[in-house]
């Protein structure tokens, strides 16, 4: 079963200033994301990850009586933001969460682990 991960961060910790030159703390984190990343592609648990832009570069695109609107900007002000997301196929919610703990226990941020409907969904 695919389950979507997503990474959560403190949008007081995100300068959009600084967005595009990572500190040494983010680049520790990253480096220590990727041991977890090579771990799950030797297991054949990994499909795929990417980090995600600064939300300020974010457009919201959303239905209003007026018709279809774009807007720049993600949400109403925000107290975390979504900062990646990784797709993982494991045997069960609960490899998920093994997962998934080991990661936060390193990084310290929070992740939300979503199920993919796909094959696995029926009717």
Do not use: C, N
Not at 31 to 55: C, D, I, M, N, W
Not at 79 to 98: N, P
Request: charged share 25%; no cysteine.
């Amino acid at each position: 079963m695919k389950y979507l991960l997503l990474s959560h961060t403190p949008a007081a910790a995100w300068d959009a200033a600084t967005a595009g030159t990572p500190s040494e703390e983010a680049l520790a984190a990253f480096a220590a994301y990727q041991k977890f990343e090579r771990e799950l592609v030797e297991t054949g648990e990994f499909v795929t990850s990417e980090g995600l832009g600064h939300p300020a570069l974010s457009t919201t695109v959303r239905r209003t009586p007026g018709g279809v609107l774009a807007t720049d900007g993600p949400f109403a002000e925000l107290k975390e933001v979504l900062a990646s997301f990784a797709v993982i196929d494991v045997v069960s919610q609960e490899r998920a969460v093994e997962i998934v703990s080991r990661i936060v226990e390193v990084l310290g941020e929070p992740i939300e682990i979503r199920p993919i409907m796909g094959e696995d969904f029926t009717a």
